[in-house]
């Protein structure tokens, strides 16, 4: 069974910098797609980004689109987010998620696995 540990999260001021980790394991996850999600108070989950394990291939939310960067390290099953010029918007518990299918995704419902969430809070 696949387990995603989120981690990195805590309270940055606006323009500042973070870089969330999500352990994965339970898997080999060369054929997985890895997504970032987040959730603000009183809002719907929302994709941030997404990377094909093997490949490397990336896709953003229009939001996050340069300033955020996802990535993966394969001997460490570790997948990061690095977030740069952090905005008061980006406060949300961010998600960890893993897809079985090695096609980009933004939807949701197509991730089956879920970590707990780690808290990002950037203040103004």
């Known amino acids: 069974q696949v387990q995603l540990v989120e981690s990195g999260g805590g309270l940055v001021q606006a323009g500042g910098s973070l870089r969330l980790s999500c352990a994965a394991s339970g898997r080999t996850f060369s054929s997985y797609v890895m997504g970032w999600f987040r959730q603000a108070p009183g809002k719907e989950r929302e994709f941030v980004a997404a990377v094909r394990w093997s490949a490397g291939y990336t896709s953003y939310a229009d939001s996050v689109k340069g300033r955020f960067t996802i990535s993966r390290d394969n001997a460490k099953n570790m997948v990061y987010l690095q977030m740069n010029s952090l905005k008061p918007e980006d406060t949300a518990v961010y998600f960890c998620?893993?897809?079985?299918?090695?096609?980009?995704?933004?939807?949701?419902?197509?991730?089956?696995?879920w970590g707990q969430g780690t808290q990002v809070t950037v203040s103004s």
């Open positions: 998620a893993a897809r079985s299918v090695p096609i980009l995704s933004r939807e949701e419902r197509s991730y089956a696995d």
